[in-house]
């Protein structure tokens, strides 16, 4: 059964309070966060007050995934708002290897994401020191886009270099995950399937969640 994160992007920022709500009740284990810097993608999202308000609300593992350019800068911030797995993108960090370190010093979950153009085995040299690998579906900036078809042979890339690695590391797929195809994701390997717009425009959000939660 995969683990259901919930993308806060798609909530009503309006609602806020009421969309965690929602998420706490759900079978969901963690909640997806999206922070976007208008540098490395051509969108600004929210930063540390609104997710330091969502810890306050959340009782599931705070998964934040940082599309923001040098990330390092900010390591230690998003540890005091509450982050439990923070990931930053490959094509981001420069010292992507010192980085991993200093995310587990501050004693979270350390993940790497990757774009759709960029290759599984260039995580070959850094797949033994991460806890998650998030493989976007999507060119990261938006929610509500296509799915990406060729996520599919990644994903089994990911799992084939993982075993062959003896690592032990989550896949995550990120960007037009949907009840249509988080079956599938789910037996090529995924663990971990981020949703927004699947979950958040459809008129009852919980049990499109508890559905791919039971998969
Ligand atoms: C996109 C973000 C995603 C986004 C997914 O850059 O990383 O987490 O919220 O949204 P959907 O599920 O609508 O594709
Ligand atoms: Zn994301």
Do not use: C
């Not at 007050?49 to 599309?67: Q, R, T, Y």
């Not at 900010?74 to 509450?82: A, Q, R």
């Amino acid at each position: 059964m995969p683990i259901i994160a919930p993308s806060v992007l798609a909530a009503d920022f309006a609602n806020l309070q009421r969309d965690i709500e929602m998420i706490n009740r759900s079978d969901a284990q963690w909640i997806h966060l999206d922070v976007m810097d208008g540098v490395f993608v051509p969108n600004i999202s929210y930063g540390m007050p609104v997710i330091k308000a969502i810890d306050e609300l959340s009782d599931k593992v705070m998964d934040v995934h940082l599309m923001i350019v040098q990330p390092e800068r900010y390591i230690k911030d998003f540890k005091e708002v509450g982050a439990d797995v923070l990931t930053v993108h490959y094509e981001a960090s420069t010292h992507l290897h010192r980085t991993i370190q200093a995310i587990k010093d501050e004693g979270m979950k350390a993940g790497v994401a990757l774009n759709p153009h960029t290759p599984v085995h260039l995580m070959e040299d850094i797949i033994k020191d991460i806890d998650l690998l998030l493989i976007m579906s999507v060119n990261p900036g938006f929610g509500g886009q296509k799915f990406i078809q060729h996520t599919y042979e990644k994903i089994v890339q990911a799992a084939e270099l993982i075993d062959r690695k003896n690592a032990e590391v989550l896949i995550e797929i990120d960007g037009g995950v949907s009840p249509g195809n988080a079956a599938q994701l789910t037996q090529l390997g995924a663990d971990v399937l981020v949703a927004g717009s699947a979950v958040f425009s459809a008129p009852h959000p919980e049990e499109v969640i508890n559905e791919m939660a039971y998969l």
